[in-house]
């Protein structure tokens, strides 16, 4: 990132047990954590991440922990075109070949996470894209993301029930 | 067809010194594994993996994923590399008889990561020939002040014993090594075994070694001490000999003449600049 004309260069350590868990099985984390599989496809969804898969999520099977990292393909485009990007996906929920989408069965789960999604406070949608601005957001498109994620986050739920598509092994109603 | 894998790890990143720690086979279809920590029916016992990880248990979640995923492919598994833990082709197994793929497994675990040859060999049953001739060779350069000890103050670039030295594909631990700028191996072998077998393997072996050091150290010396047969030629000994030949240069300890050029050059590289 830059600050003061200098360029500084960071990393983020993931490696909450100490080294570099190996790949999950998306089966089995969706059968052993089903709630919080759709825990994390809702977060995926409202945060628009395409790049969830079986190496950026990390199961430590001492503790019994799930965790997920490697946002770096969600929300906008880097680079890209902001108006072109939310509109392709305003009508979708925006998860590519999310790995836990496709193994998820059942329902049971999702709502009270779309729920939860509601309460996000305006405050804080505001305060992140504030945030964002200060690190490459366009401070002219503010206005434009902070109304798109409000939208967002208050029809996330008609989002999922118009892409049930996206999970091949929920069974139709 | 027979392939075979390497599981590594890489206690350091920084320092990028990897260590074999599991075994995969492919032998007519049949796969098998074998792995730091497990027993020889498989069953794993942590007990085994000592201090030999800093996080003990990430490896076995990770052995517990590689024994998930090897029937899946080889491919996801060589693919799927972190900076602590990685799979790699190892290469192909020839002639290896009747042997299943467990067998074949357990010999590349035990050459590969256990006991090393004379685990993989079971040559601690037939050694004393080798033993001798080891022994013969050590106290030979002992007494010409050539061997590193803690006494030796005169050699600029003594001849040090079992030290590990690192290959294209594994790090072996030859009987003597010595580094002048150039790298000098040398190995032994006695011709006098009872077992025809035996002695074809370790020459294989010496072979084997002398190559992959080879493969990383392009300007590699390599020597084959031998104690020749004192019986007639045997078909063990014309491979022994020929498979040491095209890998090495064979001196026979019991030529004077030989011996003589071969400890003198071992003084000129360890007394050079």
Redesign the interface.
């Known amino acids: 990132m830059e600050s003061e004309n200098s360029t500084y260069f960071f990393s983020l350590d993931f490696n909450l047990?100490?080294?570099?868990?190996?790949?999950v099985?998306p089966l089995l984390i969706v059968q052993s954590f089903t709630d919080l599989a759709w825990g994390i496809i809702v977060f995926d969804a409202l945060v628009m991440n395409g790049d969830r898969h079986n190496?950026n999520i990390a199961h430590?099977?001492?503790t019994n922990r799930v965790q997920i990292f490697d946002h770096s393909h969600a929300y906008l485009t880097p680079g890209g075109d902001i108006d072109q990007t939310l509109a392709a996906r305003t009508a979708n929920l925006a998860l590519g070949a999310h790995c836990l989408a496709q193994e998820i069965n059942t329902t049971i789960g999702l709502s009270p996470w779309i729920e939860k999604v509601k309460q996000i406070p305006d405050y804080f949608i505001e305060g992140l894209v504030e945030a964002g601005c200060g690190c490459g957001i366009p401070p002219d498109r503010k206005d434009l993301l902070v109304s798109f994620m409000k939208d967002r986050r208050d029809n996330l739920g008609s989002l999922f029930s118009a892409n049930m598509a996206n999970f091949p092994k929920v069974p139709t109603p | 067809m027979t392939k075979y894998w390497i599981a590594k790890y890489i206690e350091d990143p920084m320092r990028n010194e990897p260590r074999n720690i599991g075994i995969f086979v492919e032998h007519n279809g049949v796969r098998a594994a074998r792995f730091v920590g497990e027993r020889e029916d498989g069953t794993f016992d942590a007990r085994k993996l000592g201090n030999k990880f800093t996080f003990p248990n990430v490896y076995t979640q990770w052995r517990t994923y590689w024994r998930r995923e090897m029937f899946a492919g080889w491919d996801a598994l060589a693919s799927t590399k972190t900076a602590n833990y990685f799979v790699e082709l190892g290469g192909e197994v020839s002639d290896v008889g009747a042997d299943t793929a467990d067998e074949v497994c357990s010999f590349l675990f035990h050459l590969l990561i256990g006991g090393g040859a004379i685990d993989a060999y079971n040559w601690n049953i037939d050694e004393d020939g080798n033993v001798a001739l080891a022994t013969e060779i050590t106290a030979t350069l002992d007494h010409l002040q050539l061997l590193e000890n803690e006494r030796a103050l005169f050699a600029r670039h003594p001849v040090v014993k079992e030290r590990p030295v690192a290959g294209h594909h594994v790090t072996h631990t030859p009987s003597f090594s010595q580094r002048n700028g150039r790298l000098y191996v040398f190995d032994h072998i006695d011709l006098n075994g009872t077992r025809p077998t035996k002695i074809k393997e370790r020459a294989g072996l010496l072979g084997y070694m002398f190559s992959d050091i080879r493969a990383a150290e392009k300007d590699l010396q390599a020597y084959s001490l031998v104690r020749p047969s004192t019986e007639n030629a045997s078909d063990a000994i014309d491979y022994a000999k020929k498979v040491l030949g095209s890998e090495s240069s064979v001196v026979n300890w019991l030529d004077e003449n030989a011996r003589g050029a071969f400890l003198e050059e071992r003084r000129k590289v360890a007394d050079a600049a």
């Open positions: 047990a100490g080294q570099a868990l190996p790949p099985s190496h430590d099977a001492t």
